[in-house]
Protein backbone atom coordinates (compact mmCIF):
# COMPACT_ATOMS: atom_id res chain seq x y z
CA UNK A 1 0.00 0.00 0.00
CA UNK A 2 1.26 3.32 -1.13
CA UNK A 3 1.96 6.16 1.30
CA UNK A 4 -1.25 8.12 0.35
CA UNK A 5 -3.63 5.05 0.60
CA UNK A 6 -2.39 4.37 3.61
CA UNK A 7 -3.03 7.88 5.28
CA UNK A 8 -6.42 7.48 3.63
CA UNK A 9 -7.52 4.15 5.48
CA UNK A 10 -5.86 5.85 9.26
CA UNK A 11 -7.20 9.48 8.57
CA UNK A 12 -11.00 9.17 8.02
CA UNK A 13 -12.79 10.87 10.48
CA UNK A 14 -15.33 8.16 10.78
CA UNK A 15 -14.86 4.64 8.44
CA UNK A 16 -18.01 5.80 6.30
CA UNK A 17 -16.41 8.66 4.84
CA UNK A 18 -14.54 6.54 2.50
CA UNK A 19 -17.27 4.03 2.21
CA UNK A 20 -16.40 2.48 -1.05
CA UNK A 21 -12.36 2.65 -0.43
CA UNK A 22 -13.08 1.38 3.09
CA UNK A 23 -15.24 -1.61 1.43
CA UNK A 24 -12.94 -2.19 -1.16
CA UNK A 25 -9.92 -2.60 0.83
CA UNK A 26 -11.63 -4.50 3.69
CA UNK A 27 -14.11 -7.22 3.23
CA UNK A 28 -14.99 -6.65 -0.24
CA UNK A 29 -11.55 -6.68 -1.37
CA UNK A 30 -11.92 -9.54 -3.94
CA UNK A 31 -13.63 -7.01 -6.05
CA UNK A 32 -11.43 -4.50 -6.32
CA UNK A 33 -10.14 -3.70 -9.41
CA UNK A 34 -7.15 -1.05 -9.85
CA UNK A 35 -4.30 0.16 -7.95
CA UNK A 36 -3.42 1.63 -4.56
CA UNK A 37 -4.44 5.21 -6.38
CA UNK A 38 -7.77 4.11 -7.81
CA UNK A 39 -10.17 1.26 -6.84
CA UNK A 40 -13.94 0.19 -7.69
CA UNK A 41 -16.04 -2.65 -8.55
CA UNK A 42 -16.42 -4.52 -11.74
CA UNK A 43 -18.91 -2.63 -14.04
CA UNK A 44 -21.29 -5.71 -13.56
CA UNK A 45 -21.03 -5.69 -9.85
CA UNK A 46 -21.84 -2.13 -9.61
CA UNK A 47 -20.45 1.34 -10.93
CA UNK A 48 -18.59 2.23 -7.50
CA UNK A 49 -14.90 3.42 -7.00
CA UNK A 50 -12.97 5.45 -5.21
CA UNK A 51 -9.65 7.07 -5.12
CA UNK A 52 -6.79 7.42 -2.36
CA UNK A 53 -6.60 11.24 -2.70
CA UNK A 54 -7.40 14.22 -5.42
CA UNK A 55 -4.06 14.19 -7.23
CA UNK A 56 -3.58 13.91 -10.72
CA UNK A 57 -2.08 10.58 -10.85
CA UNK A 58 -5.13 9.03 -8.64
CA UNK A 59 -7.35 11.01 -11.37
CA UNK A 60 -5.18 9.22 -14.26
CA UNK A 61 -5.74 5.51 -12.42
CA UNK A 62 -9.63 6.09 -11.93
CA UNK A 63 -9.53 6.94 -15.98
CA UNK A 64 -7.92 3.74 -17.09
CA UNK A 65 -10.37 2.31 -14.84
CA UNK A 66 -13.12 4.16 -16.51
CA UNK A 67 -11.91 3.37 -19.94
CA UNK A 68 -11.51 -0.14 -19.14
CA UNK A 69 -14.52 -0.63 -17.22
CA UNK A 70 -17.29 2.09 -17.42
CA UNK A 71 -18.69 5.20 -15.93
CA UNK A 72 -17.77 4.91 -12.32
CA UNK A 73 -19.67 6.87 -9.19
CA UNK A 74 -17.80 8.54 -6.49
CA UNK A 75 -19.44 8.86 -3.00
CA UNK A 76 -17.62 11.36 -1.47
CA UNK A 77 -17.74 13.94 1.71
CA UNK A 78 -17.35 16.82 -0.66
CA UNK A 79 -18.26 17.76 -3.90
CA UNK A 80 -15.87 16.57 -6.12
CA UNK A 81 -14.81 18.64 -9.39
CA UNK A 82 -13.04 16.69 -11.78
CA UNK A 83 -10.41 17.40 -14.05
CA UNK A 84 -10.22 17.74 -17.81
CA UNK A 85 -10.51 14.11 -19.50
CA UNK A 86 -13.75 13.38 -17.47
CA UNK A 87 -17.22 14.16 -18.22
CA UNK A 88 -19.54 14.69 -15.40
CA UNK A 89 -22.58 12.12 -16.02
CA UNK A 90 -24.42 12.69 -12.57
CA UNK A 91 -24.72 14.85 -9.97
CA UNK A 92 -26.65 13.78 -6.50
CA UNK A 93 -27.13 14.68 -2.91
CA UNK A 94 -27.21 11.87 -0.66
CA UNK A 95 -27.80 11.19 2.83
CA UNK A 96 -26.06 8.72 5.08
CA UNK A 97 -28.41 6.88 7.11
CA UNK A 98 -26.93 4.91 10.11
CA UNK A 99 -29.29 2.30 11.94
CA UNK A 100 -29.70 3.01 15.83
CA UNK A 101 -32.98 1.31 16.54
CA UNK A 102 -34.33 -1.66 18.32
CA UNK A 103 -34.59 -4.87 16.73
CA UNK A 104 -38.21 -6.08 16.29
CA UNK A 105 -38.88 -9.28 17.16
CA UNK A 106 -42.50 -9.35 15.77
CA UNK A 107 -41.16 -9.23 11.87
CA UNK A 108 -42.35 -12.48 11.34
CA UNK A 109 -43.41 -11.78 7.24
CA UNK A 110 -42.09 -14.62 4.91
CA UNK A 111 -39.12 -13.41 2.86
CA UNK A 112 -37.19 -15.74 0.60
CA UNK A 113 -33.56 -16.30 0.19
CA UNK A 114 -33.21 -14.92 -3.46
CA UNK A 115 -30.20 -16.61 -5.57
CA UNK A 116 -28.49 -16.66 -9.20
CA UNK A 117 -31.83 -18.07 -10.25
CA UNK A 118 -33.68 -15.39 -9.63
CA UNK A 119 -31.40 -12.65 -10.80
CA UNK A 120 -33.05 -11.85 -14.29
CA UNK A 121 -36.59 -11.11 -11.82
CA UNK A 122 -34.51 -9.03 -9.62
CA UNK A 123 -32.68 -6.75 -12.82
CA UNK A 124 -36.44 -6.65 -14.02
CA UNK A 125 -37.77 -5.46 -11.19
CA UNK A 126 -34.77 -3.01 -10.29
CA UNK A 127 -35.05 -1.65 -13.86
CA UNK A 128 -39.06 -0.96 -13.35
CA UNK A 129 -38.63 1.17 -10.01
CA UNK A 130 -35.01 2.67 -10.17
CA UNK A 131 -33.34 2.04 -6.69
CA UNK A 132 -30.20 2.26 -7.55
CA UNK A 133 -27.50 0.73 -9.68
CA UNK A 134 -28.14 -3.25 -9.94
CA UNK A 135 -26.15 -5.17 -12.47
CA UNK A 136 -25.99 -9.28 -13.20
CA UNK A 137 -23.60 -9.81 -10.43
CA UNK A 138 -24.58 -7.41 -7.85
CA UNK A 139 -26.03 -10.25 -5.53
CA UNK A 140 -22.42 -11.23 -5.28
CA UNK A 141 -22.36 -8.59 -2.38
CA UNK A 142 -24.40 -9.76 0.38
CA UNK A 143 -28.02 -11.54 0.87
CA UNK A 144 -30.63 -10.42 -0.55
CA UNK A 145 -34.29 -11.32 0.42
CA UNK A 146 -37.25 -11.23 -1.68
CA UNK A 147 -41.31 -11.00 -1.27
CA UNK A 148 -43.51 -13.23 -4.28
CA UNK A 149 -47.07 -13.01 -5.09
CA UNK A 150 -48.68 -14.02 -8.22
CA UNK A 151 -45.40 -16.09 -8.55
CA UNK A 152 -43.84 -13.15 -9.46
CA UNK A 153 -40.79 -11.08 -7.74
CA UNK A 154 -42.82 -8.51 -6.27
CA UNK A 155 -40.21 -6.98 -3.89
CA UNK A 156 -36.51 -7.15 -3.02
CA UNK A 157 -33.79 -5.79 -0.43
CA UNK A 158 -30.37 -6.89 0.42
CA UNK A 159 -26.73 -5.94 0.99
CA UNK A 160 -24.47 -3.72 -1.11
CA UNK A 161 -21.19 -2.55 0.98
CA UNK A 162 -19.69 -4.46 3.74
CA UNK A 163 -16.58 -3.34 5.33
CA UNK A 164 -15.36 -3.73 9.17
CA UNK A 165 -18.25 -3.39 11.18
CA UNK A 166 -21.04 -1.68 9.16
CA UNK A 167 -23.07 -3.38 6.39
CA UNK A 168 -25.19 -0.87 3.77
CA UNK A 169 -28.89 -1.72 2.74
CA UNK A 170 -29.59 -1.71 -0.25
CA UNK A 171 -31.92 -1.98 -3.57
CA UNK A 172 -35.07 -1.83 -1.28
CA UNK A 173 -38.11 -1.67 -4.32
CA UNK A 174 -40.92 -2.55 -4.97
CA UNK A 175 -43.33 -3.32 -7.93
CA UNK A 176 -45.71 -0.26 -8.02
CA UNK A 177 -49.28 -2.65 -8.10
CA UNK A 178 -47.92 -4.01 -4.42
CA UNK A 179 -46.74 -0.98 -2.53
CA UNK A 180 -48.44 0.19 0.07
CA UNK A 181 -48.90 -3.64 2.00
CA UNK A 182 -45.46 -3.25 4.26
CA UNK A 183 -43.55 -5.22 1.96
CA UNK A 184 -40.57 -2.98 2.16
CA UNK A 185 -40.23 -2.27 5.74
CA UNK A 186 -40.40 -5.88 6.17
CA UNK A 187 -37.44 -6.81 4.18
CA UNK A 188 -35.72 -3.93 6.06
CA UNK A 189 -36.53 -5.26 9.09
CA UNK A 190 -35.35 -8.68 7.88
CA UNK A 191 -32.04 -7.48 7.09
CA UNK A 192 -31.14 -5.29 9.92
CA UNK A 193 -32.16 -8.23 12.00
CA UNK A 194 -29.16 -10.57 9.98
CA UNK A 195 -26.67 -7.52 10.04
CA UNK A 196 -27.25 -6.86 13.65
CA UNK A 197 -26.95 -10.91 14.39
CA UNK A 198 -23.09 -10.73 12.98
CA UNK A 199 -22.25 -7.64 15.27
CA UNK A 200 -22.43 -5.29 12.27
CA UNK A 201 -24.09 -1.74 12.00
CA UNK A 202 -26.44 -1.44 9.10
CA UNK A 203 -26.56 1.69 7.19
CA UNK A 204 -28.21 2.90 3.99
CA UNK A 205 -27.89 6.20 1.26
CA UNK A 206 -30.84 7.75 0.29
CA UNK A 207 -31.48 10.68 -1.99
CA UNK A 208 -31.96 13.85 0.42
CA UNK A 209 -34.51 14.60 -2.10
CA UNK A 210 -36.89 11.12 -1.31
CA UNK A 211 -38.61 12.77 2.01
CA UNK A 212 -41.25 9.43 1.84
CA UNK A 213 -38.28 6.82 1.85
CA UNK A 214 -36.56 9.34 4.64
CA UNK A 215 -39.38 9.60 6.96
CA UNK A 216 -39.77 5.76 6.82
CA UNK A 217 -36.36 4.73 7.51
CA UNK A 218 -36.40 6.84 10.67
CA UNK A 219 -39.36 5.13 11.94
CA UNK A 220 -37.55 2.07 11.65
CA UNK A 221 -34.90 3.55 13.70
CA UNK A 222 -32.40 4.84 11.14
CA UNK A 223 -30.94 8.24 11.79
CA UNK A 224 -29.12 11.08 9.92
CA UNK A 225 -25.29 10.65 9.78
CA UNK A 226 -24.42 13.13 7.39
CA UNK A 227 -24.86 14.40 3.46
CA UNK A 228 -23.00 12.77 1.00
CA UNK A 229 -22.26 13.81 -2.70
CA UNK A 230 -22.50 11.23 -5.35
CA UNK A 231 -21.02 12.16 -8.77
CA UNK A 232 -20.59 10.17 -11.87
CA UNK A 233 -17.74 10.40 -14.23
CA UNK A 234 -17.11 8.89 -17.60
CA UNK A 235 -14.54 9.79 -20.52
CA UNK A 236 -14.61 12.88 -22.18
CA UNK A 237 -16.29 11.87 -25.82
Known sequence: MSEVAARKAICGAHPLDEVIWNALTSKQSRFALGTDAALRFPATVGPFAAIADFSPESFGALLSLIEEEGPAALVTTDEVVPPAGFSVVRRATLLQMV?????????????????????????????????????????ELGDYFGVRREDKLVAMAGERMRLDGHTEISAVC???AFRGQGHAVGLVKRLIAAICARAETPFLHVLTSNHGAISIYRTLGFVERREMHLMVVGPVA
Request: no cysteine; glycine share 12%.
Open 99 to 139: WQGDLDPTNTREHDKLAGSDVPEMLALASATQPGPFGPRTI
Open 174 to 176: VDG
